[in-house]
């Protein structure tokens, strides 16, 4: 699978970041220019894990995102569909608690976790409806989820640039430094095609969560939206 345009079938998904894992880490640093370590201490700061909260983190991968919420003393659960991407998780941080599993069916009971956070994955599960469902069903009343997204920045004119950039650029970049550069073509039309800011809202509110609210990354080129369970 290499189109946005195509049903996101999980097990081509799944497929699709196991042939790039090995090198995933890195070539998101070079494809992002270096922001991806901005918008993941934004991420951090949004979750506010605190010792002994248990924080759920879904599209995990190989745990990058996980490390900054285990340096709080939280417990943190990596989870992700790439049985490639957790093995190499697994090699490097063998302690943590890696666990397989589809947003759309989480393994896990009901109001389990203080936090359930997912940093670029939303785009790539099949239903995003359900994994929000999810996500609000396995978090404890008065917890949280974080979304760190890429979205639509807000000055047209960069916009119209930075379109360019997903087309034009970043192909040549990823066939250069990735080991599936078609992998990173279906993610650059999957982020033009994603919901704007307050679309993303909406359907935090359509699957329960209250006080949503995001703030802009990078003039919009990420946004990182919020919400809180009440009951």
Known sequence: MTRASLDKQPHEVASMFDDVAAR??????????????????????AVDARPAQKVLDLAAGTATSSLPFTRTGAYVVPCDFSLGMLRVGKQR????????G????????????????????????QDTDAALREMHRVTRPGGR???????HPTWTPFRTVYTEYLMRALPPVARAVSSNPDAYVY?????????????LAGRLRAAGWSKV?????TGGVVALHRGFKVS
């Open 145 to 151: 989820v974080v979304i760190c997204e890429f979205s």
């Open 24 to 45: 995933y880490d890195l070539t998101n640093d070079l494809l992002s220019l270096g922001q991806d370590r901005v918008w993941r201490k934004a991420v951090a700061q």
């Open 213 to 217: 609210a995001w703030r802009n990354l």
């Open 93 to 100: 941080h063998a302690w943590m608690p890696f666990t397989a």
């Open 102 to 125: 589809d947003a759309t069916r989480l393994p896990f009971k009901d109001d389990t976790f203080d936090a359930v956070t997912i940093s670029f994955g939303l785009r790539n599960v």
């Open 187 to 199: 993610l650059a039309e999957s982020i033009r095609s994603w919901p704007d800011q307050p679309g």
